[in-house]
């Protein structure tokens, strides 16, 4: 879908992968997580790179 939508230099997507990993996290440790995006496929990097800690 990125490619797709290479033309635009929103962070939406990166976003959306963000929460996306909040809610799956939060489920496997029964707890809250604070999810903060490092780096990112439309930040120009090769791949997601997200710091994830439990609350």
Known sequence: MLEK????NSLTWCYCTAGYNKK?????FEKPVCVKIVQSV???FDFYLLRIAVQ
């Not at 939508?5 to 635009?8: H, Q, R, W």
């Not at 799956?24 to 496997?28: A, G, N, P």
């Open 5 to 8: 939508a290479k033309n635009s």
């Open 24 to 28: 799956l996290f939060e489920i496997v």
């Open 42 to 44: 439309r930040q120009g």
